[in-house]
C-alpha cells in the first residue's frame, strides 16, 4: 500500500487547509494502516474476526478520531475522519467497519444527543478503546423499514426493560455498549434509543455471524434482549425521538462507509498498476494489451469521480455541525451523503470486480490482494442505507417531500 499523502490529500490540504494536528492524524492513520497488513491478510485469509485492529487503533491513539478533544478523543471534522478511514480501508472494509460503527454510529451519536453526565461517562472511555460500542437497529424482519421493529420496552421502576432481537449487528459480539433502539409495548410513541450496557442480565449473543461472503475481520453478530434493565438515565435522546437519533447516526456512517470504499479504490489502482506492468502474456506486459487498460481506466475514472463527492459531503456536514439549527443544510448534507454513498459503493464494487479480472485466474483466489475486495465491497451496497434506499432518497431530494416513497 502507498502511503496517503499524495496528490488528492495534498490538493485536500490546499482548499481546506489541513492543520498540522489534522495531518498528525493521517500520519498516524498511515502508520497504523501498514502495521495491519499482515494480521489482516492472515485473519482473512483464515476467515476470521481480528482483533489485532482494536489494539492497533488504540496504540496510535485513533479510536476517538472524531470525540471532541475534551472528552480526550482527537477533535477531528468529518473531512478529516474520511481521510483516516479511507487509508484505513486499504487494508480492506474489516477495519473501517469496525472503525466507522465505534466512532460515527457509536460516539458521534453520544457526543450529538448524549447528556452531559452520557458524554462523560461514555466518550473518554471510547477514545480510549475501553468502551466499544456497536449499533443495534437492524433485525430479521426490519431493515430498510425501520417501522418494522419488533424490539420492545416497558418502564419498570427507574428505568427500562427491553425485549427483542438484533441482527447483523457490526461490533454485536465485541461491544461494551450497544445503541438499542425499540418501540414502546403496546405502541403510542415512536421509537426511543437506549444505551444498552451488554454485561447486564438479559442479554445475550446468540451467535457470531462466520457463514459471511466476505468482511471476515470484522465482528457481525446476533444478539437477543430478555428483559434487560436498561436504567433511566442510560436513554440517548427524548423518549420516542428514536429515529432522529437513527438518522443522524447514519449520516455519519454514510460517510465512513463511503470513504472507506475510496480506499478500497486506491488499493485496487495501486494493485491493478503493479500487477500490469509486471506480468507478461502474449510476449509484453499485460498493461500494454488495451482491454487491460480499459479496466484501469475505470477504476481510475470511478476514484476521482467518487473521491470528491465525498469530500463534498463530508465539508458540507462540517458546514452544518457549526449551524445545527439550519435544516435546509442539514439536507443537503443528507442528500450529499446518499449521492457519496451510492456512488462510492458502486463504483467500489465493480472496480474490486474489474482488479480482479485484471489478476486473472489468481484474482479469484482469496491469496490474491484484490479479492478480499471484491467480497467486502458487496457489503457497502447494503449496509447503512442500500442502493435502492439512497436512489429514493436522491430522487425525493430532486423532486421534494411529496414525491417521497415512504413517509
Not at 104 to 114: F, H, M, N, P
Not at 175 to 192: C, D, E, T
Not at 276 to 289: D, E, F, L, N, W
Not at 382 to 407: H, N, Q, R
Request: glycine share 10%; aromatic share 8%.
Amino acid at each position: 500500500m502507498e502511503p496517503l499523502f499524495g496528490a488528492a490529500v495534498e490538493e485536500v490540504r490546499k482548499l481546506v487547509g489541513l492543520t498540522d494536528s489534522e495531518l498528525a492524524i493521517l500520519a498516524d492513520a498511515d502508520s497504523a494502516a501498514s502495521e495491519l497488513v499482515t494480521s489482516e491478510f492472515e485473519k482473512y485469509v483464515e476467515r476470521k474476526y481480528n482483533p489485532e485492529a482494536i489494539e492497533v487503533l488504540k496504540r496510535h491513539n485513533l479510536m476517538g478520531v472524531p470525540i471532541s478533544e475534551r472528552y480526550g478523543g482527537r477533535g477531528a471534522r468529518q473531512l478529516v475522519q474520511a481521510l483516516f478511514l479511507e487509508r484505513m480501508a486499504q487494508s480492506g472494509m474489516g477495519v473501517i467497519t469496525f472503525a466507522d460503527v465505534h466512532q460515527c454510529l457509536g460516539s458521534l451519536t453520544v457526543q450529538d444527543w448524549g447528556t452531559p453526565e452520557q458524554k462523560e461517562r461514555y466518550l473518554p472511555k471510547a477514545a480510549k478503546g475501553d468502551v466499544i460500542f456497536a449499533y443495534g437497529l437492524t433485525e430479521p424482519e426490519a431493515g430498510s423499514d425501520p417501522a418494522e421493529l419488533k424490539t420492545s420496552y416497558t418502564k419498570e421502576g427507574d428505568g427500562f426493560k427491553l425485549t427483542g432481537s438484533k441482527y447483523l449487528i457490526s461490533n454485536g459480539s465485541i461491544a461494551s455498549n450497544i445503541i438499542v433502539f425499540a418501540y414502546p409495548k403496546g405502541g403510542g410513541k415512536g421509537p426511543s434509543a437506549f444505551l444498552v450496557d451488554t454485561k447486564r442480565a438479559g442479554f445475550s449473543v446468540d451467535m457470531r455471524l462466520e457463514e459471511k461472503i466476505g468482511l471476515f475481520t470484522s465482528d457481525t453478530s446476533l444478539f437477543s434482549l430478555e428483559d434487560c434493565f436498561v436504567p433511566a438515565d442510560d436513554m440517548l435522546g427524548p423518549e420516542g425521538k428514536g429515529f432522529s437519533v437513527a438518522y443522524s447516526a447514519l449520516l455519519n456512517g454514510r460517510i465512513g462507509i463511503s470513504s472507506g470504499c475510496i480506499g478500497v479504490m486506491e488499493d485496487c489502482l495501486n494493485q491493478v498498476k503493479e500487477r500490469a506492468t509486471s506480468r507478461v502474456q502474449h510476449g509484453k506486459p499485460i498493461g500494454r494489451h488495451q482491454l487491460i487498460q480499459k479496466h484501469i481506466a475505470f477504476i481510475e475514472s470511478s476514484l476521482e469521480a467518487s473521491r470528491w463527492l465525498v469530500y463534498r459531503a463530508a465539508i458540507k456536514k462540517d458546514e452544518y455541525e457549526k449551524d445545527t439549527k439550519d435544516l435546509a443544510l442539514r439536507g443537503e448534507a443528507d442528500r450529499l451523503s446518499a449521492v457519496a454513498k451510492y456512488t462510492a459503493s458502486r463504483g467500489a464494487f465493480e472496480s474490486a470486480d474489474r482488479a480482479v479480472q485484471v489478476f486473472g485466474g489468481f484474482g479469484y483466489s482469496i491469496m490474491s490482494p484484490v479479492a478480499k475486495h471484491f467480497l467486502d465491497t458487496r457489503v457497502a451496497r447494503i449496509y447503512e442505507g442500500t442502493d435502492e434506499i439512497m436512489e429514493l432518497k436522491i430522487a425525493s431530494s430532486v423532486l421534494g417531500k411529496d414525491f417521497e416513497a415512504y413517509k
